[in-house]
């Protein structure tokens, strides 16, 4: 039998600092978010940040926490009801971090008689902290829990023209009658080294303006890449003017180099350059959380304001929109329909 599994980041249980601080170190303590060696990242990590991080990221999540709960987990929950509509399959949730683990998704399937899962890491590029190691550890936990299973993953999507055309037209409609100079795409931030990490070909990635517009094999793994791809892709659809739209990255941490230009100064720099009405995307995720509904939601907003500009536009994640539903439940049933036919 088949199944799917649709993976997301995750988020602690509650805004307190003690659910906090749990959810913190279970994603900080991941080598692939914070990729030192243990001894530094254990030190780094409960000897530093969560000594102080906890409360001041709490009073964050109670800015945005919903009756229901974590607006992540909500929205996630509403993509699967309206998922499950669609396709006959079976189709489980799970987060990378936090309570609802990849382990409880994968028995939620198992106990239906479940084989064969299709998993959907709900990332649309590809990344170390993200789908890498959603891959790395549902391979570790079918191995240990369920060796019968198989699993299949659906590959990055950044660039497919369902995927572009989907978010184009949700942006677009979101949009319609507003007035704005200037449109920034901003992605969650990771650091330069992670880029050099993943270049499959050790020579390629340099960072620069020229790498991710030079064709080579590498791109399969840059997530800096096919960030800007997503921004070329989606500016060609819409046929915003040159100058118009930018890219930026947030939610750096640290002190070491991240990808630039940052989100925060590059919103000041526009206010500051005179802009009086800017939008902003992020699609770098799929499902509205922290990082879009208080860091650029939020602070965005006042650090923009700041500078001196008027209208800040917010333009939602794909969330549940009906065609990126759609969207997910093709790409499932084109998995199930190979399936059938190599079976």
Same mark, same amino acid.
Request: glycine share 6%.
């Given at each position: 039998?088949?199944?799917?599994?649709?993976?997301?980041?995750?988020?602690?249980?509650?805004?307190?600092?003690?659910?906090?601080?749990?959810?913190?170190?279970?994603?900080?303590?991941?080598?692939?978010?914070?990729?030192?060696?243990?001894?530094?990242?254990?030190?780094?990590?409960?000897?530093?940040?969560?000594?102080?991080?906890?409360?001041?990221?709490?009073?964050?999540?109670?800015?945005?926490?919903?009756?229901?709960?974590?607006?992540?987990?909500?929205?996630?929950?509403?993509?699967?009801?309206?998922?499950?509509?669609?396709?006959?399959?079976?189709?489980?949730?799970?987060?990378?971090?936090?309570?609802?683990?990849?382990?409880?998704?994968?028995?939620?399937?198992?106990?239906?008689?479940?084989?064969?899962?299709?998993?959907?890491?709900?990332?649309?590029?590809?990344?170390?902290?993200?789908?890498?190691?959603?891959?790395?550890?549902?391979?570790?936990?079918?191995?240990?829990?369920?060796?019968?299973?198989?699993?299949?993953?659906?590959?990055?999507?950044?660039?497919?023209?369902?995927?572009?055309?989907?978010?184009?037209?949700?942006?677009?409609?979101?949009?319609?009658?507003?007035?704005?100079?200037?449109?920034?795409?901003?992605?969650?931030?990771?650091?330069?080294?992670?880029?050099?990490?993943?270049?499959?070909?050790?020579?390629?990635?340099?960072?620069?303006?020229?790498?991710?517009?030079?064709?080579?094999?590498?791109?399969?793994?840059?997530?800096?890449?096919?960030?800007?791809?997503?921004?070329?892709?989606?500016?060609?659809?819409?046929?915003?003017?040159?100058?118009?739209?930018?890219?930026?990255?947030?939610?750096?941490?640290?002190?070491?180099?991240?990808?630039?230009?940052?989100?925060?100064?590059?919103?000041?720099?526009?206010?500051?350059?005179?802009?009086?009405?800017?939008? *902003?995307?992020?699609?770098?995720?799929? =499902?509205?959380?922290?990082?879009? /509904?208080?860091?650029?939601? @939020? &602070?965005?907003? +006042?650090?923009?304001?700041?500078?001196?500009?008027?209208?800040?536009?917010? *333009?939602?994640?794909?969330?549940?929109? =009906?065609?990126?539903?759609?969207? /997910?439940?093709?790409?499932? @049933? &084109?998995?199930? +329909?190979?399936?059938?036919?190599?079976?």
């Amino acid at each position: 039998m088949k199944g799917v599994l649709l993976v997301n980041l995750g988020s602690p249980d509650s805004p307190n600092p003690k659910d906090v601080k749990k959810y913190l170190g279970e994603f900080l303590m991941d080598e692939r978010v914070i990729d030192v060696p243990k001894w530094a990242r254990t030190l780094l990590v409960k000897g530093i940040i969560l000594k102080t991080r906890p409360k001041a990221s709490a009073k964050a999540y109670k800015k945005i926490w919903w009756e229901e709960g974590s607006p992540l987990i909500v929205l996630s929950e509403r993509l699967k009801e309206k998922l499950q509509n669609e396709i006959d399959l079976p189709i489980a949730l799970a987060m990378r971090y936090g309570s609802m683990s990849i382990k409880k998704g994968l028995q939620e399937l198992h106990d239906k008689g479940i084989t064969e899962v299709f998993m959907i890491p709900l990332y649309p590029q590809f990344a170390m902290a993200t789908t890498e190691t959603i891959l790395v550890l549902a391979d570790e936990i079918q191995k240990e829990f369920f060796p019968k299973m198989t699993i299949e993953s659906l590959p990055p999507f950044y660039n497919n023209p369902d995927y572009i055309k989907v978010l184009s037209e949700s942006m677009k409609s979101y949009l319609k009658g507003k007035d704005y100079e200037h449109l920034l795409f901003s992605y969650h931030g990771i650091p330069e080294r992670h880029i050099r990490k993943s270049d499959i070909t050790k020579s390629h990635c340099k960072i620069d303006k020229s790498c991710c517009s030079t064709p080579s094999e590498a791109h399969a793994y840059c997530y800096k890449h096919q960030c800007v791809e997503v921004t070329r892709l989606v500016g060609e659809y819409l046929e915003l003017e040159p100058g118009t739209f930018s890219t930026s990255f947030q939610s750096r941490l640290g002190f070491d180099p991240w990808l630039r230009p940052y989100t925060d100064r590059t919103i000041e720099r526009l206010g500051k350059d005179g802009i009086k009405n800017m939008a *902003i995307a992020t699609p770098a995720f799929v =499902s509205d959380c922290l990082e879009t /509904l208080e860091e650029i939601a @939020m &602070e965005g907003e +006042e650090i923009f304001h700041e500078a001196g500009g008027d209208n800040f536009t917010t *333009i939602p994640c794909l969330n549940d929109n =009906s065609e990126w539903v759609l969207l /997910l439940a093709k790409w499932i @049933m &084109e998995w199930n +329909e190979k399936a059938l036919i190599s079976s």
